[in-house]
């Protein structure tokens, strides 16, 4: 008996063939409720057997079909078997006529005089690299040395001048040609005497910047004044520099940016360059760069607390947050930190409820955190120090175990909590105390500094905003005691993390060299113990990048580093969209790579310096992001001698192998070069030639066709032997052009495309060459010319078969594009060579279909016909299965890839769907498919995601926000002597000089101009077929409404064969799969910390020496402000007349530094 196409529901007669009521449209809202209910599938689910329910509704829909009435079943398992072998076999035999892979393979070994099979041997590979990017490093650490010995020697010979004038002072400031461009700036400088040079400047394209090999510059915060005797002093001595700049660079012409960066805040780098000035005020302080942090002090673990009492006023509250989003950005991933705030009870701000690493994620949690903060209660700080002391002893943490250090920010107190410190602190004095007194105020700071003398530490006073940038840091000072104390021992060169240059020379890593004070105060005094600052020398990436193999490793082998934090400083991954100029580029190797124990083993391994070698199959992302393969790949890895970093190789198994090739025969090369000019692509296929660095003086173009022609012109002008070319990659493009060539002329010359509605032929090789027939395909050729970089060509490698690949789903189809016959699905598959014992796969061959005819082709494949031009006819008295072909209206078919995208359908409204994820067709089935495990899902983040700009709010890394006074404020003459209002005549004076402290955080305003994107995190989610293989038979039960469904794989491609029911009733609609990416805040921050990624911090640590002074700590005087001044102030607000910067106000520390 024949089984109806329709029915209502299995537990409910309904007469045959008679046509299912549609429920009652649902208004929007109430829509919307039902798919927020919607419940969410789990990350994979096993298979469920269809079982009873499947068994019983096939036996009810053949009892209700009514005898004598012609009816169409649901086709049966061995039908769509059948259909599925049909369509096998017409791809196999497609590509077997049409693909040339074995015929290209007998081309390889006819040529098999003009190329060698080279090995690539993992552990020697990895240790020759390694021994080349030790070498290039070192020379950079002798570089270094030389410059550290004579600034110390410089410094110590200089003689302090009191009366030093700028006039006295020759240098280049590198802000000056930015500064005169300034109105303001060019009036508060107008009656400076500062002599300034003017250089002239010569693109250089090692820097990508204009440079001036004949001297250095200069660069001075904007808030600290050029006219300082202190200023004025440490440009007097640091010239001498020069000279050493110079010297280094005879020595290494490959030297790039050399840096003194010193703690009074001047910046002395060469070679001379303008700087890049922002749009917004510059912020830039060399004491608060990535480098100069990591080398001026050792890892912190540090613990902030502020006080919240209800004495902090909305002012002084406001500055306590900014100073705390202050300190937190002089902290780098070697640290450790947590904020707390106090009253009467001390409780941590954020979620964290331990000490955690300093990381840029951490530290955005603390900086949205702080902004909660509400004063209220009576000031405890008891309460606050002992919440601070238990997380510096809690040991059962991941932690800097190096300096430890309390930082306190109030307004002011009577307690001296003395008994909290006898008990957690004395007489060791393991842990500094850092007293922050905040805000204008009468009280009494006596405590504050007996706090701070008394624990090691230093007493600071911030009275307005303008002295929280210096006064946050100003601590690193402290810190560096002992390792001034230490002397040579302390004197190691360090490596940074990856981060942005600032001058443009893009991602770097600086080695970092302390410079120390060798000066005594007197005769038989003790030696000073005040660093001078950090030596720096750049390294581009892109430098290192050189020393490694690149296309001896294949498409999908690689190289990459890591640090001691897990950071990669190499990875293919490895590509910001945008950089935050304030922070360092932090990709976690196993966030460059998709995750699991295998990996992680890995990474633990490298981080401690070991040697190792181990094949995992592993999960990989493929370069469009659209799919994911598990593939098999052998990782070997090795430290880099005298760094923090390790080197690891990765291979897969067909990459142990390369191709090199061999042509001494001239006329032979020639003969293969005449294949790469435009006059043969008529005959021969059109050429695309992978944008490689082929030869030295090889204008590089993104026009493929004007790189070819630039390729072309130069190559009659030098040999591929010539010194100036890379001869292994001329010989292989120029060996692979003849190899495609002849695959031309024995196969794809002499068919008919059109006789299996092809668009085209294409071969793609490990050599650089992809060649297109015939040549007026290539006007709609979108893939990748350089095939390592190519999708299609790297999953090709990584699968057995043949890989179908749709348009882009952004790419939305028109029908005009269709009746052209300009949409195509590519389908390709790897050559894989086998000499001797040696298997390599050097090439990729593929067609592309013509998506409209084959999709004609589709139903007729998936249909019942007995002979091509009869579809098959069901008479009034019989019984028949449904087709693909005949009953469209009532039978869905599909053919879904690997990565659940729309490949071919027989509903010809869907063909302009090809290619979106199939949950945008048909959401009801595709949660059916993957509830049955026919997909497996998996979800990761790309943090290196560039989001457009959000509009800014009050809040943010360092908000500028500023008490309002009221009406009753101003009219009561008591608050014009306020502490209130002293400390916003303070803020209003200092916001006309520098604006932008009222508006962004500084980290926009020292972004670069073009930038206009920024960083962000985004949740991508690919899927991946699961574990069934075979045919399977199922039902989509959904209340009143059921759907049965065919799924089976198709053999030796990446396809899915789908045929089911069409959807009857809207109760069958269900909750839709996503795929897209989505904008995240990443994993959940607070939960992370748990079960934080395993990492080692810095080999040596300078926290401690007998001999350190710590007499000097800290010494202030709060003032009341006196009414002239006040009134003084109103009158310049009121004229619109900014004052002429007073010298900077430095800490006892920095003026005894010279």
């Not at 098999?112 to 950079?140: H, M």
């Not at 030869?695 to 993104?702: F, Q, T, V």
């Not at 990659?729 to 190899?739: C, F, Q, S, V």
């Not at 003459?973 to 006309?992: E, I, M, N, V």
């Amino acid at each position: 008996m024949a089984v109806p196409s329709r029915t209502c529901g299995a537990s409910r007669p309904a007469p045959v063939l008679t046509a299912c009521p549609w429920p009652r449209r649902l208004d929007r809202r109430r829509r919307r409720r039902l798919d927020a209910a919607a419940p969410r599938p789990p990350a994979s689910r096993p298979a469920r057997s269809p079982g009873l329910l499947l068994a019983s509704l096939m036996l009810l829909r053949t009892l209700l079909a009514a005898p004598g009435a012609s009816a169409y079943s649901f086709p049966q398992q061995h039908t769509m078997q059948h259909w599925a072998r049909r369509l096998e076999q017409e791809i196999d035999g497609v590509m077997r006529i049409f693909g040339g892979v074995q015929q290209l393979r007998e081309i390889y070994k006819d040529n098999r005089n003009l190329f060698e099979v080279q090995e690539n041997e993992p552990q020697k590979l990895v240790e020759k690299v390694a021994g080349d990017i030790e070498s290039l490093l070192d020379r950079k650490v002798q570089a270094l040395k030389r410059l550290a010995d004579a600034a110390e020697n410089f410094q110590k010979a200089h003689r302090w001048q009191d009366n030093i004038k700028e006039e006295d002072i020759m240098y280049y400031d590198a802000k000056a040609d930015a500064e005169l461009d300034d109105p303001e700036i060019e009036d508060m400088e107008r009656g400076s005497k500062t002599s300034t040079l003017r250089l002239d400047f010569t693109e250089d394209p090692n820097f990508k910047n204009k440079v001036n090999y004949s001297y250095t510059a200069v660069q001075i915060p904007t808030d600290i004044y050029k006219g300082s005797t202190v200023i004025l002093n440490e440009l007097n001595w640091t010239e001498a520099l020069e000279n050493v700049f110079m010297e280094n660079r005879r020595q290494d012409p490959t030297l790039l940016w050399q840096v003194f960066g010193s703690a009074t805040g001047v910046t002395r780098y060469y070679p001379a360059t303008p700087w890049r000035a922002p749009k917004k005020i510059d912020l830039y302080d060399v004491r608060r760069r990535p480098w100069y942090i990591q080398g001026a002090s050792s890892p912190k673990d540090m613990v902030i607390i502020v006080d919240v009492s209800g004495s902090v006023s909305g002012l002084t509250l406001k500055l306590m947050k900014t100073s705390v989003c202050e300190m937190l950005d002089t902290l780098s991933d070697d640290d450790y930190v947590n904020v707390a705030s106090f009253n009467e009870k001390a409780q941590p701000v954020s979620c964290f409820t331990h000490l955690v690493q300093a990381n840029v994620r951490n530290k955005k949690v603390f900086k949205e955190a702080v902004q909660s903060m509400v004063a209220k209660g009576t000031t405890g700080y008891k309460a606050g120090f002992e919440y601070a002391f238990d997380q510096l002893q809690n040991s059962n943490i991941t932690r800097a175990n190096c300096n430890k250090m309390i930082m306190m920010f109030t307004d002011g107190g009577e307690d001296r909590v003395q008994d909290v410190f006898e008990k957690y602190n004395w007489p060791n004095r393991t842990v500094r105390v850092f007293t922050f007194s905040v805000g204008q105020h009468n009280y009494d700071v006596t405590p504050l500094q007996w706090m701070a003398c008394t624990n090691k530490g230093y007493y600071f006073e911030i009275p307005s905003i303008g002295a929280i940038r210096i006064n946050t840091q100003e601590y690193l000072d402290v810190l560096g005691r002992p390792m001034v104390l230490a002397g040579k021992e302390a004197k190691q060169v360090q490596w940074t993390n990856v981060y942005e240059d600032a001058l443009g020379l893009g991602l770097v890593v600086t080695g970092t060299l302390p410079v120390f004070n060798l000066t005594q105060d007197g005769p038989g005094e003790k030696k000073n113990q005040l660093i001078l600052g950090v030596m720096g020398i750049d390294v581009a990436l892109n430098d290192i990048k050189r020393l490694t193999p690149n296309y001896t490793l294949g498409a999908n082998g690689y190289v990459f580093a890591i640090d001691l934090n897990g950071y990669v400083l190499l990875h293919p991954n490895l590509r910001p969209q945008t950089t935050n100029f304030r922070e360092p580029v932090t990709l976690d190797f196993l966030d460059a790579e998709l995750e699991d124990e295998n990996k992680e083993e890995i990474r633990r391994s490298m981080i401690d310096g070991n040697k190792g070698h181990k094949q995992i199959r592993t999960l990989v992302k493929s370069l469009d992001e659209r799919y994911i393969d598990e593939v098999i790949r052998n990782y070997t890895w090795v430290p880099i001698r005298s760094t923090n970093y390790s080197l690891g190789l990765v291979l897969p198994p067909y990459g142990s192998f390369y191709l090199q090739a061999n042509l001494s025969d001239q006329i032979l090369q020639v003969k293969y070069f005449e294949f790469l000019l435009p006059s043969s692509f008529e005959s021969e296929g059109h050429v695309f030639i992978a944008p490689r660095e082929y030869c030295k003086d090889l204008n590089a173009s993104d026009n493929n066709t004007e790189f070819l022609k630039n390729f072309i012109e130069l190559m009659e002008k030098v040999t591929p032997d010539s010194k100036q070319c890379n001869n292994f990659l001329l010989h292989n493009l120029i060996l692979d052009t003849g190899i495609t060539q002849q695959l031309v002329e024995r196969v794809w010359r002499d068919q008919d495309l059109n006789t299996y509605s092809l668009l085209a032929v294409f071969a793609a090789t490990d050599g650089g060459i992809t060649r297109v027939f015939p040549n007026k395909a290539a006007e709609d050729w979108t893939e990748n010319p350089e095939p390592f970089n190519a999708s299609f060509y790297r999953r090709s490698l990584d699968n057995h078969g043949f890989v179908f690949k749709p348009p882009h789903q952004d790419a939305l189809l028109r029908p005009l594009e269709l009746e052209n016959d300009t949409v195509g699905v590519l389908v390709s598959t790897a050559v894989e060579l086998s000499l001797g014992r040696r298997t390599l796969r050097p090439a990729v061959v593929g067609v592309k279909l013509d998506l409209e005819a084959w999709a004609e082709k589709f139903k007729v494949l998936a249909s019942n016909r007995t002979h091509q031009d009869q579809p098959q006819k069901c008479g009034p008295s019989s019984h028949c299965e449904m087709d693909c072909e005949v009953n469209n209206e009532d039978l869905l078919c599909v053919l879904i890839d690997d990565g659940g995208f729309l490949v071919l359908s027989n509903q010809n409204h869907q063909w302009d769907q090809v290619g979106r994820f199939f949950s945008e067709v048909d959401a009801n089935l595709m949660l059916a498919l993957y509830n049955n495990s026919f997909y497996t899902r998996k979800e990761s983040y790309d943090y290196q995601a560039a989001c457009a700009p959000q509009t800014p709010g009050n809040l943010g890394a360092a908000p500028r926000g500023v008490f309002v006074p009221t009406i009753a404020d101003f009219l009561n003459l008591a608050w014009w002597t306020s502490a209130a209002a002293w400390s916003l005549f303070q803020q209003l004076l200092y916001g006309l000089i520098y604006h932008s402290w009222f508006q962004a955080d500084p980290a926009e305003a020292e972004g670069s101009p073009e930038t206009r994107e920024s960083s962000c995190v985004v949740k991508q989610t690919q899927y991946y077929f699961g574990s069934v293989n075979a045919s399977y038979n199922a039902i989509i039960d959904c209340g009143n409404c059921s759907r049965l469904f065919h799924a089976q794989r198709l053999t030796n491609t990446n396809l899915l064969f789908v045929v089911a029911e069409k959807p009857l009733c809207s109760q069958c609609e269900a909750g839709r799969l996503l795929q897209k990416e989505t904008h995240s805040d990443g994993p959940e921050q607070c939960e992370l910390v748990q079960r934080p990624r395993y990492r080692r911090g810095p080999h040596i640590c300078f926290d401690y020496n007998a001999t350190e002074d710590t007499s000097d700590c800290g010494r202030g005087a709060s003032f009341p402000p006196s009414l002239g001044v006040l009134v003084s102030l109103q009158l310049l607000l009121l004229l619109g007349l900014p004052p002429r910067p007073q010298p900077q106000v430095h800490s006892l520390a920095a003026s005894r530094r010279l």
